[in-house]
């Protein structure tokens, strides 16, 4: 069975700053890795998504992530972050096979401060 | 409707009732879930359905939770005997064929039991 581990619940950043929230999975099989975001009051949406191919994806808000197999991780990054990116991120792993449950991490949240 | 609708939005019981939570997921998706989200916990697997099946409903944490799914189409979750601990925001997300697919997610039923 998967698991999904987010190594910090808080992140305090300064606007403008480099921000990563980081991601280490477990899984006996291939998987695909997703980062959804939950800003304030609102409901879940997807960042980003692995599923094949290069190991850098680009999402929505000027956000990437790298999937390392070796390490099982799928970090999460930007470069400079906004007050408005104020928010929780759930990363979340699937096992690549037909019909297989999403599972995700406990959350971290990302407080950026003026 | 264009995403997933969830019902009611806010439920408040008393200890020992039943509760019935209804999710209309995106027309034609395949994969729906149940999530339950507690304060600093995450989001909580419960069960997933492909079509009408439930190939892993391993997160119900007890035999008062039952989900079913008709039609390929409306689930609904229910809490027997509710308890203070199933207090929750229970999440229902569906996607297109839960392979690797991004994951819709509605706003949520907020219950309180009382």
């Known amino acids: 069975a998967q698991s999904v581990t987010q190594l910090d619940s808080q992140v305090p950043v300064f606007e403008e700053a480099p921000v990563e929230l980081r991601c280490n999975y477990s899984s006996s099989v291939s998987v695909y890795l997703f980062w959804y975001v939950q800003y304030p009051n609102q409901g879940l949406q997807l960042l980003l998504k692995y599923l094949s191919g290069s190991t850098l994806v680009k999402g929505i808000n000027g956000f990437e992530a790298e999937f390392n197999k070796s390490q099982t991780s799928f970090h999460l990054r930007k470069p400079s972050v906004h007050i408005s990116d104020t928010a929780e991120y759930f990363c979340a792993v699937s096992e690549q096979e037909y019909g297989n449950k999403l599972v995700f991490g406990a959350g971290t949240i990302l407080r950026v401060k003026s | ?114």
């Open chain 2, 1 to 114: 409707g264009a995403g997933v609708s969830q019902s009611p939005s806010n439920k408040v019981t008393e200890k020992g009732k039943d509760v019935e939570l209804r999710c209309d997921p995106i027309s034609g998706h395949t994969a729906l879930y149940w999530y339950r989200q507690s304060l600093g916990q995450g989001l909580e697997f419960l069960i997933y359905f492909q079509g009408n099946s439930a190939p892993d409903k391993s997160g119900l944490p007890s035999d008062r939770f039952s989900a079913e799914r008709t039609g390929g189409s409306v689930s609904t979750l229910t809490i027997q005997r509710t308890q203070q601990e199933d207090s929750a925001v229970y999440l229902c997300a569906s996607s297109s064929t839960g392979d690797g697919d991004e994951a819709f997610f509605g706003q949520g039923t907020r219950l309180t039991v009382v």
